[in-house]
């Protein structure tokens, strides 16, 4: 069974502060993956996609990959209280078909 | 922005009743997805589909669940006979014939309830 592990938190950082998010996948030929943010009742939204080892930056976001250790993570610089959600970690089980992590629920205080 | 176009938004069911949920893909996609998320849990893959047939389809997406592209525009997902366990928040996706998950469009979703 292809596992996405994610610690469900809740993760509390201030305003301002970094947020920290990590993921491990069982499957040592995934490829590719993904960060989704999913604010309650609502779909998921793509933040980031990720391929190769090593780091990804798009604005405020970081993703990092290390295929020898099975992780990826998801740094968010001067995190606002909008990016109060919960973060999916997932893969692409090479058809198509995403595998999702439960999620960890980010809580940024004002 | 094109968006994925679901309804209704949230149906409500009796238990062993056929439902059929209803999506409207990007007009220039080819792929077509269903995810299904029970409350507070993993959101899950349940079937793709391409070409007018099932390209993959997970375990859960047993005899009691089918797709149909029934005309150019909408793309279905119909559960023949709804049990309390099919409650759940279901989410359509498209993407283009060249892109994979990187270029998923989802819904906003179908919260599906069966009573």
């Known amino acids: 069974q292809k596992e996405v592990e994610q610690n469900s938190g809740p993760l509390s950082v201030p305003e301002g502060a970094i947020a920290s998010l990590n993921c491990t996948y069982s499957d040592r030929g995934s490829q590719s993956f993904f960060w989704y943010r999913q604010y309650s009742g609502k779909s998921p939204e793509l933040i980031m996609s990720i391929y190769s080892n090593g780091d990804k930056e798009d604005g405020r976001f970081t993703a990092q990959l290390n295929k020898a250790s099975q992780y990826v993570s998801l740094l968010i610089r001067d995190s606002q209280p909008s990016d109060s959600a919960t973060y999916l970690c997932?893969?692409?089980?090479?058809?198509?078909?995403?595998?999702f992590g439960s999620g960890t629920r980010l809580q940024v205080q004002p | 922005e094109p968006e994925v176009t679901q309804t209704p938004s949230h149906q409500v069911t009796q238990m062993g009743q056929e439902v059929i949920l209803r999506c409207v893909p990007i007009?220039?996609?080819?792929?077509f997805y269903w995810y299904r998320q029970i409350l507070g849990q993993k959101v899950e893959f349940l079937v793709s589909f391409y070409n007018n047939e099932i390209s993959e389809k997970s375990e859960i997406f047993d005899d009691q669940f089918s797709v149909e592209r029934p005309d150019g525009s909408n793309f279905t997902l119909k559960i023949r006979s709804t049990k309390l366990e099919d409650s759940a928040m279901y989410f359509c996706?498209?993407?283009?014939?060249?892109?994979?998950?990187?270029?998923?469009?989802f819904g906003s979703g179908t919260r599906l309830t069966v009573v």
């Open positions: 997932a893969f692409d089980t090479g058809r198509r078909a995403l595998t």
């Open positions: 996706a498209s993407s283009e014939l060249d892109r994979g998950p990187d270029g998923y469009t």
């Open positions: 007009s220039n996609h080819l792929y």
